[in-house]
C-alpha cells in the first residue's frame, strides 16, 4: 500500500508540475490581458453585485439562490482544512516565499475564475430548485460535447462530494480526537466513532433538504466560521504587532531573495505557494462555476464578478490570516512538518492550551461547510448526467456513507489519488474555457457598456442573437422578473 502511495503521489506530482501549473498560469495572464485586468478594475462592481436583489418569479418567490448565497456556497467549498493546512504545508515545504506566490497565483487566477463563472451562468439551465450549471453544461451547450461534459462530470462527482468530502470528515475526527486528548485519531478511538455518526446524520439531513437547505446553512456558517478565525488572527497579530514588518519582508525576500535563487529553492518556493494557492481558491479548477451558475442575477457576468472576489476572500484575507498567524509567532521551519502543526503550535505558543478547542470548532466550521459545498457540486454533475430521482437519492446516501467512512479510515491514498484526479479536472475544464473565453469578453463587454449608460446590466439571449445553446435568458422580463418602464 506505502508503494502504491509513493507512486500516486509522485505521478501526481508530474501532472501538476508539467500541464497543470503551466497552463493555468499561461491562460490566467492571457485573460488578464483580454479582459484589461478585469480582476482589479472592476473590484467596486465585485462588492456592488455581492448584495444585488434576487429577480422573483411570477408568484413573487426568489427565482434561485441570491447572489451572495451562491458566493456562501463557493465559499463553503473553497474555505476548507486547506486554508489551515495547505498554507501550513506551503510554508513548511517552500518557506515564507510562498505566501507572495499564493497571493500571485489568486490575482492571476481571478481573471480565470471570472471567465469560467460567467460562462457558468450563460449555459445555465432551469431546475426544480431554480438554476443550475457549471462546466459540464457549458462544454454540452457551448461547445456542443455531451461526452466531455460527462467525462467532466465523473471526475468531479468522484473528487469532491467523495474524495475531497471524507477527507474533511476525517480531519474533523483527527482535530476533535485530538482535542479530547485521546490522540489516537483512528478507527480505535470512541470518539472517532461518535463523530463518524454525527457528522454522518448531519450531512444527511442538510444534503435531503436540497440546494437551498445547504445555501441557507452556508450563508449563517460561512460568515461566522470567518469571523471567528479572523478574530483569532487579528488577536495573535496584534500581540506580535512589532514583527508585521519583518514579516513581510521576509514573504516578499524570500520569494525573490538571492539565496533562493543561487541555492536552486526558488523553483520549489513558486511550486508550492503557486499549487497550494490553487487548490485552496480553485481558480480555474471547474468546481466554482457550479456553485455560481445555481444564482439568479440580472446579467452573467455579475457571478462572474462574484466568483472573483470568492477567490480573493479565500486567499488574500484566510490564508493570508493563517500565514501571519504562523509567522508573527517566529517559527523555527528547518524540519518543519507540512500540515496543521505550524498553525496549531503558533496559536498555542500565543493564546494558551486552550486553543487547540477554539482550533477544533473552526475545523469543524470549515470541513463541514466544504462537504456541503462539496456535495452540492456533486448533485449539479449528477442532474448533468441523468435526472432519475433514483440515481439522486442513492448519491446523496453515498456521501453521508463516504463522510462516515473518510472520519474513521486512514486517508493518505484517498487523498493523493483525489489530488492526481483533480489535476485531470482542472486540464479538462482549462480547454473548455480557453476554447469559450471569447464568448466571456463579449459578455464582459456588454456590461460595461450598459453601466457606462447608467443601467443596471440585464442581459437577453437577443443582445448577442448568433451565440447558440443559451437555455435561459429569454427577455427581460424572465430575467428580472420584472417589466422595464419606459
Given amino acids: 500500500m506505502e508503494m502504491l502511495d509513493a507512486w500516486v503521489l509522485?505521478?501526481?506530482?508530474i501532472l501538476w508540475t508539467n500541464a497543470v501549473l503551466?497552463?493555468?498560469?499561461?491562460?490566467?495572464?492571457?485573460?488578464?490581458?483580454?479582459?484589461?485586468?478585469?480582476?482589479?478594475?472592476l473590484i467596486p462592481e465585485m462588492f456592488r453585485t455581492l448584495t444585488d436583489k434576487t429577480p422573483k418569479d411570477a408568484d413573487g418567490e426568489p427565482q434561485s439562490l441570491s447572489a451572495f448565497q451562491a458566493f456562501t456556497v463557493s465559499a463553503a467549498s473553497r474555505v476548507g482544512v486547506g486554508n489551515i493546512a495547505g498554507v501550513g504545508t506551503a510554508i513548511a515545504l517552500g518557506g515564507p516565499g510562498a505566501v507572495f506566490w499564493m497571493w500571485v497565483m489568486a490575482f492571476v487566477g481571478g481573471a480565470s475564475s471570472f471567465v469560467e463563472s460567467t460562462l457558468g451562468q450563460l449555459y445555465k439551465v432551469r431546475d426544480a430548485d431554480g438554476f443550475r450549471g457549471g462546466p459540464a453544461y457549458y462544454m454540452q451547450h457551448g461547445l456542443k460535447a455531451r461526452w466531455m461534459g460527462i467525462v467532466f462530470a465523473v471526475i468531479l462527482i468522484v473528487c469532491f462530494p467523495f474524495a475531497f468530502s471524507s477527507l474533511q470528515a476525517n480531519t474533523i475526527a483527527t482535530t476533535l480526537d485530538a482535542a479530547v486528548g485521546t490522540g489516537s485519531g483512528d478507527g480505535s478511538s470512541p470518539v472517532v466513532w461518535v463523530v463518524a455518526v454525527v457528522l454522518a446524520v448531519l450531512s444527511g439531513l442538510v444534503v435531503f433538504g436540497?440546494?437551498?437547505?445547504?445555501?441557507?446553512v452556508t450563508q449563517a456558517v460561512v460568515p461566522t466560521m470567518a469571523l471567528l478565525y479572523l478574530a483569532a488572527g487579528i488577536v495573535i497579530v496584534a500581540l506580535n504587532v512589532q514583527r508585521v514588518p519583518e514579516v513581510f519582508a521576509v514573504i516578499l525576500t524570500e520569494a525573490f531573495g538571492a539565496q533562493e535563487v543561487f541555492g536552486?529553492?526558488?523553483?520549489?518556493?513558486?511550486l508550492q505557494g503557486v499549487k497550494r494557492?490553487?487548490?485552496s481558491n480553485e481558480a480555474g479548477l471547474g468546481s466554482a462555476p457550479?456553485?455560481?451558475?445555481?444564482?439568479?442575477?440580472?446579467?452573467?457576468?455579475?457571478?462572474?464578478?462574484?466568483?472573483?472576489?470568492?477567490?480573493?476572500?479565500?486567499?488574500?484575507?484566510v490564508c493570508s490570516v493563517t500565514?501571519?498567524?504562523?509567522?508573527?509567532?517566529?517559527?523555527?521551519?528547518?524540519?518543519?512538518?507540512?500540515?496543521?502543526?505550524l498553525t496549531q503550535t503558533a496559536?498555542?505558543?500565543?493564546?494558551?492550551?486552550?486553543?487547540?478547542?477554539?482550533?477544533?470548532?473552526?475545523?469543524?466550521?470549515?470541513?463541514?461547510?466544504?462537504?456541503?459545498?462539496?456535495?452540492?457540486?456533486?448533485?449539479?454533475?449528477?442532474?448533468?448526467?441523468?435526472?432519475?430521482?433514483?440515481?439522486?437519492?442513492?448519491?446523496?446516501t453515498l456521501v453521508v456513507v463516504a463522510v462516515f467512512a473518510g472520519s474513521v479510515l486512514d486517508s493518505s491514498l484517498v487523498w493523493n489519488t483525489a489530488d492526481g484526479i483533480m489535476g485531470v479536472m482542472a486540464l479538462v475544464n482549462l480547454v473548455a474555457i480557453a476554447l469559450l473565453s471569447g464568448i466571456a469578453f463579449r459578455l464582459l463587454r456588454d456590461y460595461t457598456r450598459q453601466r457606462r449608460a447608467g443601467r443596471d446590466p440585464v442581459f437577453t439571449r437577443d443582445l448577442l442573437p448568433d451565440l447558440s445553446g443559451v437555455q435561459c435568458w429569454q427577455d427581460e422580463q424572465s430575467v428580472t422578473g420584472l417589466t422595464r418602464q419606459p
Fill in 10 to 13: 509522485d505521478a501526481g506530482d
Fill in 22 to 41: 503551466p497552463v493555468v498560469a499561461v491562460l490566467g495572464l492571457w485573460f488578464t490581458i483580454r479582459s484589461r485586468a478585469v480582476q482589479l478594475r
Fill in 210 to 216: 436540497g440546494i437551498r437547505r445547504i445555501a441557507h
Fill in 264 to 270: 536552486g529553492a526558488v523553483g520549489t518556493v513558486i
Fill in 277 to 279: 494557492g490553487m487548490f
Fill in 290 to 317: 457550479n456553485a455560481g451558475a445555481s444564482a439568479a442575477v440580472t446579467h452573467p457576468v455579475k457571478q462572474g464578478l462574484v466568483q472573483t472576489l470568492g477567490v480573493y476572500f479565500d486567499t488574500f484575507l
Fill in 323 to 341: 500565514a501571519f498567524i504562523i509567522l508573527v509567532s517566529n517559527p523555527d521551519l528547518s524540519g518543519a512538518t507540512a500540515g496543521i502543526e
Fill in 347 to 396: 496559536l498555542v505558543a500565543n493564546l494558551g492550551a486552550w486553543s487547540n478547542w477554539l482550533l477544533a470548532v473552526i475545523i469543524f466550521l470549515l470541513a463541514f461547510s466544504s462537504i456541503l459545498g462539496n456535495y452540492y457540486y456533486g448533485e449539479s454533475n449528477v442532474e448533468f448526467i441523468t435526472n432519475s430521482p433514483a440515481v439522486l437519492a442513492g448519491y446523496r
